[in-house]
């Protein structure tokens, strides 16, 4: 493999240069995939979570 890399430098360059390019042109498209929230509805997590937040905020400092 090295041997390869070495003797087609300028192939091994461009097929880089043309796969930075593709990553760039598809970034606006995977952007949205990239988000860091995790909720599975139906689980136990998440239909407390969902009780709470309808529970509404408290306005005072007593849970501080």
């Known amino acids: ?7 087609h430098k300028i192939f091994v360059l ?5 796969i930075a390019m593709a ?6 498209k ?7 929230t995790y909720a599975t509805p139906g689980r ?3 239909d407390s979570n969902a009780k709470i937040e309808g529970l509404g905020h ?3 400092d007593a849970g501080r």
Request: charged fraction near 25%.
């Open 30 to 36: 995977l952007e949205p995939a990239l988000d860091y």
């Open 14 to 18: 461009l097929a880089w240069a043309a």
């Open 44 to 46: 136990v997590g998440y």
């Open 23 to 28: 990553a760039m042109l598809t970034f606006d």
């Open 1 to 7: 493999m090295a041997r390869f890399v070495l003797e």
């Open 58 to 60: 408290r306005t005072d």
